[in-house]
């Protein structure tokens, strides 16, 4: 049996069993996983835009909004105007969301440790590489496909050129 037919399967089990867990550590705290990813992605990308920060962290614009609304009700972060564009605002964390945000990184790395658990470290520096490739690859792939769907015309006279030459 070709055991890569199961690739997605696997990866998709893999992310739900590890969120479900992850969540369940959290439920002492009154944090959702969507405030989870925006913290962690703000504590990397200080001063980051609202639209950056959507798409960093794969929240819909609208439901981030709602998020980063409660978040400054709460004192987690502040919105700042950005310095040369007036439409723009610049996202930093406040001093309150740092116990958060250290729960936070203790429960996710105890999840992990659970996930590699009975892992060498060499075992788990590899899959992580290899992940990271496979990543990688689907990224290019995403990006090639966008390129093809935004200048279908270009692609049609690249395809016409190529049956031109294989003919000569």
């Given amino acids: 049996m070709d055991t890569t037919r199961n690739f997605g399967f696997l990866i ?3 992310s739900h069993l590890y969120t479900r867990l992850f969540q369940q550590r959290l ?3 009154d944090v959702t996983l969507d405030q989870c990813k925006v913290l962690a ?7 980051i835009s609202q639209v950056r920060l959507a798409e960093l962290s794969g929240i819909e614009p609208m439901t981030l909004v709602r998020i980063l609304d409660r978040m400054e009700g709460d004192d987690w972060i502040e919105r700042r105007q950005h310095p ?4 723009a605002r610049q ?3 406040k001093a309150k969301a740092q116990p958060i945000l250290e729960l936070i990184w203790k429960e996710s790395d105890a999840v992990r440790a659970e996930a590699f658990a009975g892992f060498k470290a ?5 899959l992580i590489e290899l992940l990271s490739r496979a990543h990688d690859n689907l990224i290019a792939t995403k990006a090639d496909e966008a390129a093809r769907v935004e200048d279908p015309p270009a692609r049609a006279t ?3 050129s190529t049956k ?5």
């Fill in 41 to 47: 992605r703000l504590a990397r990308n200080e001063g």
């Fill in 27 to 29: 439920r002492h705290m």
């Fill in 12 to 14: 998709k089990d893999i």
């Fill in 164 to 168: 031109l030459r294989s003919a000569r």
């Fill in 158 to 160: 690249a395809s016409r």
């Fill in 91 to 93: 996202l930093y964390l």
């Fill in 122 to 126: 060499q075992e788990r520096n590899t």
């Fill in 84 to 87: 040369t564009d007036r439409r």
